[in-house]
């Protein structure tokens, strides 16, 4: 599901109403720019020590465990990184959800142009038939 308005209007607030009537936990994930889809499935981190090491990120922990994943500002991520929230590369778990906060598209010219790639249209022209079953609300999160 994705909810869009203009920033500061209350989708995060929403959102937190919507999971706690259904019963959820939030996940949340807030994207820029810049992420990439390994950001999406894998998240790098430094340990005391120096050594690297790696955990699951926000879209990892909500599949496996169950829980709502709150992507916020998805509308900034370029398409082709968005690809990989539609694969399902290891078990999900049943009642597993997403719910993307996007901001409307800038209507001046330059900005324009620069939203076509972006994150919003991405979830208004997606075929999403087959979510449809996982739209339904859960028996519980």
């Known amino acids: ?81 968005l690809a990989v929230v539609s694969r399902s590369i290891f078990p999900v778990h049943t009642l597993f959800r997403v719910l993307a906060l996007v901001e409307p598209p800038v209507m001046g010219p330059q900005e324009a142009a620069a939203q076509v790639s972006s994150g919003w249209r991405w979830f208004t022209y997606r075929d999403w038939r087959g979510l449809w079953p996982l739209l339904s609300p859960p028996d519980s999160c």
Request: with cysteine; aromatic share 4%; proline share 6%.
């Open 1 to 81: 599901m994705c909810l869009i308005g203009a920033m500061g209007c209350g989708k995060s607030v929403l959102a937190r109403e919507f999971a706690e009537i259904l019963g959820c936990s939030i996940e949340p994930a807030i994207l820029y720019q810049d992420v990439t889809a390994r950001d999406l499935l894998q998240q790098r981190y430094t340990l005391p020590n120096r050594d690297t090491a790696w955990r699951p990120p926000p879209l990892v922990t909500a599949a496996i465990e169950g829980k709502l994943l709150l992507l916020d500002l998805i509308h900034k991520v370029n398409l082709g990184t």
